[in-house]
């Protein structure tokens, strides 16, 4: 029996058709910019999204990185969310490894950074203050996928202001279809979006950094400094493609799931539902149980990811099928009603 595994979409394996386009992959080498399936996956994302120029690169996180520096320079600023993934969880790459002072901005709950937030955190031109240059946003946001309203407000806010305007876009196209639009009317609105192909999209490895040519140049030798040159990566660039020529729609099919979940396990006596969007359900458990509880699942091979907090966040994704789903129900529903 396989595993259930519900902590991220990350977990996903490539499947075996997947794999054969990985086998036949054309290949060269990258760092000169010879790598014939690298090329096209720039080329075929920039297309579909709307942009000059893409760059593969081997994780999200250094995508994002590579944006910030090549908006910024040492001494200047961004405008990120307090909880944004690029401000809290990149081990605050921007400013270690850029020189680039973060202005974090809590979040609404919807995970829009309010317009007169920002406006109030733009720092006045003077040598005090580092120059506030960038303001960027995630679709998702803890699998919220952001009014398209308030993405016009946002794009209209920087422009208005000068700002550069990045998305980390690593689940951009679960936005798109929980949103019903295609990918480009979100990513458009941005001036560098960073994609990951590695999550629910479920290739192995990779992301790609899209935007205007000067500034994805710019990434390009960031990314070389960064130790990310890599070179025959075509083959992981060839799993990438598959997955934006099958795994797109089926997104819709995750979501799906997500919903049944945060249904069926909303029923059940010491659960208590906090929502689900996208491809995430939130519950709280007594936190005292929930060593207990990730012990019991384990016997039914299902994987959960649990901190010191009673919230879990399930992740529905490409190896999770319906039969999956069942036995994630049972094992929760065995062990919130079988005993007191
Ligand atoms: C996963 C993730 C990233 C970074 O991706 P890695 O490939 O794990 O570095 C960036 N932003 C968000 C919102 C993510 O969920």
């Given at each position: 029996m396989d595993w259930v595994d519900l902590r991220s979409d990350t977990v996903t394996k490539p499947t075996r058709a997947m794999r054969e386009a990985m086998l036949l992959a054309v290949v060269g080498d990258d760092v000169y910019g010879?790598?014939?399936?690298?090329?096209?996956?720039?080329?075929?994302?920039?297309?579909?999204?709307?942009?000059?120029?893409?760059?593969?690169?081997?994780?999200?996180?250094?995508?994002?990185?590579?944006?910030?520096?090549?908006?910024?320079?040492?001494?200047d600023e961004y405008l990120v969310g307090a909880d944004a993934h690029t401000y809290k969880f990149e081990g605050g790459g921007a400013a270690v490894l850029g020189s680039i002072q973060p202005q974090p901005i809590p979040h609404d709950a919807d995970g829009t950074l309010p317009l007169d937030k920002l406006a109030a955190a733009i720092k006045p031109v003077d040598p005090h203050f580092a120059r506030t240059r960038l303001l960027a946003l995630e679709n998702t946001?803890?699998?919220?996928?952001?009014?398209?309203?308030?993405?016009?407000?946002?794009q209209k806010f920087a422009r208005e202001r000068g700002l550069g305007f990045h998305l980390d876009g690593a689940r951009l196209f679960n936005a798109a279809v929980a949103s019903g639009v295609h990918a480009r009317?979100?990513?458009?609105?941005?001036?560098?979006?960073?994609?990951?192909?590695?999550?629910?999209?479920?290739?192995?490895?990779?992301?790609?950094?899209?935007?205007?040519?000067?500034?994805?140049?710019?990434?390009?030798?960031w990314r070389k400094v960064a130790g990310g040159g890599w070179r025959q990566a075509g083959m992981l660039a060839a799993a990438a493609i598959h997955a934006l020529d099958h795994h797109v729609a089926r997104l819709a099919e995750d979501h799906a799931r997500a919903a049944t979940l945060a249904t069926r396990l909303g029923h059940l006596p010491g659960v208590k539902l906090l929502g689900h969007h996208t491809n995430m359900v939130f519950v709280d458990v007594p936190a005292a149980r929930l060593r207990?509880?990730?012990?019991?699942?384990?016997?039914?091979?299902?994987?959960i990811s649990i901190g010191y907090l009673p919230t879990l966040r399930l992740v529905t994704h490409l190896d999770v099928d319906d039969d999956g789903l069942e036995r994630v129900v049972d094992a929760f529903e065995a062990f919130f009603t079988a005993r007191k």
């Amino acid at each position: 029996m396989d595993w259930v595994d519900l902590r991220s979409d990350t977990v996903t394996k490539p499947t075996r058709a997947m794999r054969e386009a990985m086998l036949l992959a054309v290949v060269g080498d990258d760092v000169y910019g010879e790598d014939p399936t690298v090329n096209a996956l720039q080329a075929k994302l920039a297309d579909e999204l709307g942009f000059e120029a893409g760059l593969f690169v081997p994780t999200g996180t250094q995508s994002n990185l590579l944006a910030l520096m090549a908006h910024c320079e040492r001494g200047d600023e961004y405008l990120v969310g307090a909880d944004a993934h690029t401000y809290k969880f990149e081990g605050g790459g921007a400013a270690v490894l850029g020189s680039i002072q973060p202005q974090p901005i809590p979040h609404d709950a919807d995970g829009t950074l309010p317009l007169d937030k920002l406006a109030a955190a733009i720092k006045p031109v003077d040598p005090h203050f580092a120059r506030t240059r960038l303001l960027a946003l995630e679709n998702t946001w803890h699998g919220r996928a952001l009014p398209l309203d308030y993405l016009h407000a946002a794009q209209k806010f920087a422009r208005e202001r000068g700002l550069g305007f990045h998305l980390d876009g690593a689940r951009l196209f679960n936005a798109a279809v929980a949103s019903g639009v295609h990918a480009r009317e979100i990513a458009g609105l941005f001036d560098t979006v960073s994609v990951c192909l590695s999550k629910g999209l479920g290739a192995p490895v990779g992301s790609v950094l899209l935007g205007p040519g000067a500034l994805v140049e710019k990434a390009r030798r960031w990314r070389k400094v960064a130790g990310g040159g890599w070179r025959q990566a075509g083959m992981l660039a060839a799993a990438a493609i598959h997955a934006l020529d099958h795994h797109v729609a089926r997104l819709a099919e995750d979501h799906a799931r997500a919903a049944t979940l945060a249904t069926r396990l909303g029923h059940l006596p010491g659960v208590k539902l906090l929502g689900h969007h996208t491809n995430m359900v939130f519950v709280d458990v007594p936190a005292a149980r929930l060593r207990e509880l990730d012990a019991h699942l384990r016997e039914a091979q299902v994987r959960i990811s649990i901190g010191y907090l009673p919230t879990l966040r399930l992740v529905t994704h490409l190896d999770v099928d319906d039969d999956g789903l069942e036995r994630v129900v049972d094992a929760f529903e065995a062990f919130f009603t079988a005993r007191k």
